[in-house]
């Protein structure tokens, strides 16, 4: 090495750690970084690694789009454009060019799309159907939402047990499910996906509600099969009392709502949850039947995590036709734009809401004898 290159070596290091130094912010007399929350403030940048690995996750559809730019436009001016969590949009069919530039003219933060692979939306082989189609009259006749549909069931199945599967996903810790023509009426003024992973909790909601019992009747007996082939799966018996009024024999239908879901994906990646889908993809009600992904996510949660694990996004104004979780503390309304008084919460319909915070601070660790 000459000395010339020595020299400009030295020049290009000493700029290069002027240069370093000052955008870390620890040259001297640089104002401390902003915080947000105790997090740098910069971390909340468009396009930064976040504090939580976290995105929104949206199953959507190309014909769902000026309803998916409304739903982004609360998103953005209640919470993400301060935040800039990205999202990942999922079809099963590709994403057309327009859908793409519509969605992601609406934020500054990253978006990706991905398409759902084939087995994850489709029948399973030991699915019949000829008889799913039969089932499906049979619903229709006794007028059920949705009998006719294949579509929503394939969507049903993909939500309970494949989501969380997708590549695009592999990187995130926490997500959060957003549809179209949802509204979000209040400011969020902080991070909940923060808020969750700093007190351990693993599935938040904002409306519970119980279920139509036409769509689901043989969910709980293939529920009981499950849990009396894995004593050990569950960790909060407590949880059996928000779903059964008499110690475990039927199920009442309480569920959270799952259209709105903030959740961790280690919950839905564990052991018993897979074995706990698998369990009830064999059992055939997501065809036969019309299994909604909010009884599949909601029974699991109340079994396999713990009361605190599970939160209630009470200040968090949301709408999806045709239910509202309004906050009821007068101080909150001068950020939002919902009526209290029209929340769910004051409909026995929606009481599966208030319940699980009122359920016992039970903490045991054992089998179930009751159901
Ligand atoms: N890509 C794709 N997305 C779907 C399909 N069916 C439903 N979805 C999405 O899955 C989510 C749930 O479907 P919805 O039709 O809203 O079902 P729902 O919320 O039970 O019923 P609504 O009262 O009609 O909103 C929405 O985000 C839809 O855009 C489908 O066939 N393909
Ligand atoms: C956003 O995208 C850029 C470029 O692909 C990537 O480097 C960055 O890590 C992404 N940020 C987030 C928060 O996903
Ligand atoms: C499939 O269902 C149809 C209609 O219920 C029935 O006739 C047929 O025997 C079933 N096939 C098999 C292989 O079970
Ligand atoms: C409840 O469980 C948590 C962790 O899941 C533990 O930290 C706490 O000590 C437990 N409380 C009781 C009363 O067992
Ligand atoms: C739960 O059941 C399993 C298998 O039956 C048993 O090994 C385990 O000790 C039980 N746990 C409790 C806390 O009773
Ligand atoms: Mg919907």
Known sequence: MNRGSVLVNLVVGVLLALFVGRRAGDAPGDPAPELVDGVDAAAYRPGAPKP??????????????????????????????????????LNDVDFTD???????????????????????????????????????????????FYALSESYRHMCRFNSGFFFRHPLLDDLDYYWRIEPDVQYSCDIDYDPFLFMHRRG????????????????????????DFLAQHPGFVRHPAGLGWLSRDGGATYNGCHFWSNF?????????????????????????FFYERWGDAP??????????????????????YYHNPWLNCPQDPAAQARCHCDPAKSAVHHYWASCTHEW?????????????SA
């Open 296 to 317: 599949v996510h909601s029974i699991a949660a109340a079994l396999l995590l713990q009361k605190h694990e599970v939160h209630w996004f009470e200040d968090i104004g």
């Open 261 to 285: 879901e903030i959740g961790a994906l280690s919950f839905f990646r564990s052991d018993e949850y897979r074995a706990y889908f698998e369990h009830l993809d064999r059992a055939g009600g």
């Open 52 to 89: 939580v690995r976290a995105a929104f996750v949206v199953l959507v559809r190309n014909s769902d789009l000026h309803g998916m730019k409304q739903a982004m436009r609360q998103i953005e001016d209640r919470f993400n454009s301060r935040f800039n969590y990205p999202y990942v949009f």
């Open 201 to 224: 909790i693993k599935y938040g909601y904002t409306i519970a509600l119980h279920e139509y019992p036409e769509t689901i009747p043989t969910l709980w007996p293939a529920v009981r």
């Open 98 to 144: 327009e859908f793409k530039a519509g969605t992601a003219a609406m934020t500054r933060a990253n978006v990706t799309y991905g398409t759902i692979p084939r087995e994850h939306w489709s029948y399973p082989p030991w699915i019949n159907q000829t008889y799913a189609g039969e089932c499906r009259q049979r619903m229709h006749q006794q007028g059920v």
């Open 357 to 369: 915070p009122s359920l016992p601070p039970a903490n045991v660790t054992g089998n179930v004898t």
